[in-house]
């Protein structure tokens, strides 16, 4: 089974802090993923990343940056929390074929304060 | 137009009941089309993948694709408390791009 671990369920911070959202995967999946979902607004793509040092924006970059210095390892940056970053971030990855389904995280559920 | 569409529910039925979870969509390029469920302050799990038109079984869960009609349903047989959730479908092209339905929240009631 894909394993893929956030490392924090719930984090609260302050606007104006730098936070880091961190996502480890342990399939050797070659794509990974950033969103934020809202309730009625779905899911959106924030970031992804289909290799190593490599990222491309997804629906909604401003105001986040991303890292990818290791495989298994995706990190989101807020630059600057503001409070309309309060949200759930899903991390997501899938193998490098085309096609082939996502598998999430449980997800971090951030509130800026 | 969004790319996806699903009603968003909530969906409320007894237990035992057969339920009938359904999106549309507009682009003919799709050809992959997942189902998804999401607990409560869960993420979302994979249910169901399918590629092209047909139907898929898995248990009490199966998928149906019809990409003439640019329609995708999930059925679940025998529906039982611990299928409460919000169900999300989700499809994509040839390329690592996935679009997602907004959800429909189900809660089958004992």
């Known amino acids: 089974d894909v394993k893929v671990t956030q490392s924090s369920r719930y984090l609260v911070k302050r606007t104006g802090e730098k936070v880091f959202l961190e996502c480890v995967q342990d399939?050797?999946?070659?794509?990974m993923f950033w969103y934020r979902q809202d309730p009625g607004l779905g899911l959106r793509l924030i970031y992804f990343?289909?290799?190593?040092?490599?990222?491309e924006k997804g629906d909604i970059p401003e105001g986040y940056s991303v890292s990818r210095e290791k495989k298994e390892r995706f990190s989101l940056i807020l630059e600057s929390a503001s409070t309309n970053q309060t949200s759930m971030y899903l991390c997501?990855?899938?193998?490098?074929?085309?096609?082939?389904?996502?598998?999430f995280g449980d997800g971090t559920r951030l509130s800026i304060l | 137009q969004k790319e996806v569409e699903q009603d968003p529910g909530p969906l409320s039925v007894p237990e035992g009941a057969i339920v009938s979870l359904n999106c549309t969509y507009s682009?003919?390029?799709?050809?992959?089309f997942m189902w998804y469920r999401q607990y409560s302050r869960k993420g979302p799990e994979l249910l169901m993948y399918?590629?092209?038109?047909g139907n898929k079984e898995d248990g009490r869960f199966t998928a149906q694709v019809d990409k003439s009609s640019k329609y995708i349903s999930l059925f679940i047989r025998d529906s039982q408390p611990s299928d409460s959730a919000t169900y999300l479908c989700?499809?994509?092209?040839?390329?690592?791009?996935?679009?997602f339905g907004s959800g429909t929240k189900l809660n089958v009631k004992p």
């Open positions: 997501a990855t899938t193998t490098g074929q085309g096609g082939q389904p996502q598998h």
């Open positions: 990343s289909y290799d190593v040092k490599m990222k």
């Open positions: 682009n003919s390029a799709f050809q992959y």
């Open positions: 399918t590629y092209s038109s």
């Open positions: 989700a499809m994509s092209g040839n390329f690592n791009k996935f679009y």
């Open positions: 399939m050797d999946h070659e794509n």
